[in-house]
């Protein structure tokens, strides 16, 4: 069908919607909610109908903002919309819920299919729950993130930097709260000539993932050649891998795994080796933080899964070092994108309010690298990592990085202020903090409108083996509206955030 676009001004959210008439529909017979191709120019869509009776008439398909915005499809420009046979990928899927083991072939065509958004969220969700159930083995997971990989662009770094190609990354499985370590020790890393084009993803886990914090000071969102372009510029990058074309189909498996907060390992691995692949990472740190709270409970798992990332990563060519630490709170004292941000300028900046914890966490895993990567002798990764963060060099590459990604300021920690609406909590008797419960975290901040709210969230002023006193202050709560405050203290249970 050769139709004409119309504009609809209403967002649809993650899956590609288009509109069409009724009638029109019928006589194709074309069903709601199948899926159709849509094509303009160069452009191929898969995208779900809907069906109407008076927005759009035979003729017409109405285009949601997801596609006019995203494709630059103009207001009544012609498309042409195509039925296509149901993917092999679905008939796949089913026979991986049946408990059968899938081919690298049919891995592939599901990865693809999904990066394409030729099967519905639904289809993908079942898929997503095989990680869970029957679950994959280690073969099928290196086929995943391999497909993963393929199923979008593969950025190359070698003709960029004078170092071989080399280029090397940190990346945390997350889960704990307070995410300041990326920021603190990639402009510690690029200031030494290494390069580290590090990206990061949304909140998944946290009431903060990095892009989110990241986006307080810089813009994070760029196309594969304005990537290559900061790279170039200053040996390092911090963005959003989600605007990339890099492992797309693993951007659709988080969008849809995001909505239940949890994630498998398998899945956990096969998404970030896929990231590092399409990233041409060459050496590359995996932080596995453990404890109560974390995604890791106890020490064996942590060994588990970091053997895994080791085999796999061996698999497709990367080295790969893991940096276990068994965690009884979060890395920072700020919770929540304007907070954690001034908890990672603080330490940039040398001021005395800095979160100590967080700061040796972070050096201690840029030292880690610095090793790895032949720029440190071993033994001497800390003191190398802490010299440039103490000259003051860190913050400089900070703002160089920042500023060749677009942003338009240099901010400093004090100029990083929360919500207007807060309240103190007390201690209600002495003790010493013995840990600080990252899931209470988790559902305190994200009542009070964290990671979309940029300055909502929560400062701790106890941490792990603090000290209390009856009376003292041990957590502030913050929120931009007072509907927005009173929901994060109904959450909140404070005998549950610290365990004394």
Same mark, same amino acid.
């Given at each position: 069908m050769y139709l004409k676009t119309k504009k609809i001004d209403i967002e649809t959210g993650n899956e590609l919607t288009i509109l069409l008439?009724?009638?029109?529909?019928?006589?194709?017979?074309?069903?709601?909610?199948?899926?159709?191709m849509l094509a303009y120019g160069d452009i191929e869509l898969y995208v779900e109908v809907q069906q109407t009776e008076t927005k759009v008439k035979a003729g017409e398909v109405g285009i949601y903002e997801e596609i006019w915005e995203r494709y630059r499809i103009p207001n009544g420009s012609t498309v042409v919309i195509d039925i296509f046979n149901r993917p092999d990928s679905?008939?796949?899927?089913?026979?991986?819920? @049946? &408990?059968?083991?899938?081919?690298?072939?049919?891995?592939?065509?599901?990865?693809?299919?999904?990066?394409?958004?030729?099967?519905?969220?639904?289809?993908?969700?079942?898929?997503?729950?095989?990680?869970?159930n029957p679950g994959f083995d280690e073969e099928e997971v290196i086929d995943i993130a391999k497909g993963m990989a393929e199923s979008g662009d593969v950025l190359d770094f070698k003709e960029l930097r004078p170092d071989g190609g080399m280029a090397v990354d940190k990346h945390s499985i997350g889960g704990i709260a307070g995410k300041g370590v990326t920021p603190i020790l990639v402009p510690i890393i690029a200031s030494l000539g290494l390069t580290i084009p590090n990206t990061s993803t949304r909140a998944i886990t946290t009431p903060a993932g990095t892009s989110d914090i990241l986006e307080v000071a810089m813009p994070i969102a760029f196309t594969?050649?304005?990537?290559?372009?900061?790279?170039?510029?200053? &040996?390092?990058?911090? +963005?959003?891998?989600? /605007? @990339?074309?890099?492992?797309?189909?693993?951007?659709v498996m988080i969008s849809v795994e995001?909505?239940?907060?949890?994630?498998?390992?398998?899945? @956990?691995?096969a998404s970030i080796v896929a990231k590092k692949?399409?990233?041409?990472?060459?050496?590359?740190? +995996?932080?596995?933080?453990?404890?109560?709270?974390?995604?890791?409970?106890?020490?064996?798992n942590a060994e588990l899964l970091a053997k895994k990332f080791i085999r796999i990563f061996e698999e497709v060519g990367i080295k790969c070092q893991v940096h276990r630490r068994f965690v009884k709170g979060p890395d920072g004292n700020g919770i929540g994108p304007v907070l954690?941000?001034?908890?990672?300028?603080?330490?940039?900046?040398?001021?005395?309010?800095?979160?100590?914890?967080?700061?040796?966490?972070a050096l201690e895993m840029t030292g880690k690298l610095l090793e790895m990567s032949g720029k440190a002798a071993d033994g001497k990764g800390y003191d190398m990592a802490e010299s440039v963060l103490e000259s003051g060099r860190a913050l400089e590459k900070f703002w160089e990085i920042a500023e060749a990604q677009g942003a338009k300021k240099v901010l400093k920690a004090d100029d990083l202020v929360p919500g207007e609406y807060s309240q103190d909590f007390k201690a209600d008797r002495d003790g010493v903090v013995k840990f600080i419960d990252n899931k209470e975290i988790?559902?305190?901040?994200?009542?009070? &409108?964290?990671?979309?709210?940029?300055?909502?969230?929560?400062?701790?002023?106890?941490?792990? &083996?603090?000290?209390?006193?009856?009376?003292?202050? @041990?957590?502030?709560?913050? /929120?931009?509206?007072?509907?927005?405050?009173?929901?994060?203290?109904e959450e909140l249970d404070l005998g549950v955030l610290f365990g004394f």
């Open positions: 008439n009724n009638t029109q529909a019928e006589q194709e017979g074309i069903k709601e909610g199948q899926k159709v679905i008939d796949y899927i089913k026979k991986k819920l @049946l &408990g059968q083991r899938l081919s690298k072939d049919e891995i592939y065509a599901i990865t693809a299919d999904i990066a394409k958004e030729k099967i519905r969220d639904i289809e993908t969700a079942y898929f997503m729950s095989c990680f869970f594969n050649d304005e990537v290559l372009k900061v790279v170039k510029k200053t &040996g390092g990058c911090m +963005i959003w891998g989600g /605007a @990339l074309k890099l492992a797309p189909a693993d951007d995001r909505g239940l907060h949890i994630q498998s390992y398998n899945k @956990l691995v692949i399409a990233m041409s990472i060459t050496h590359v740190l +995996i932080d596995i933080p453990y404890g109560k709270g974390a995604k890791v409970d106890d020490a064996e954690e941000m001034r908890d990672i300028l603080w330490a940039l900046e040398r001021d005395d309010r800095r979160p100590k914890f967080l700061e040796k966490s988790m559902r305190v901040s994200r009542a009070l &409108g964290t990671p979309f709210i940029k300055d909502a969230g929560m400062v701790l002023h106890k941490n792990v &083996g603090d000290r209390v006193a009856k009376g003292d202050v @041990l957590v502030s709560l913050f /929120a931009s509206g007072r509907d927005r405050l009173d929901g994060g203290i």
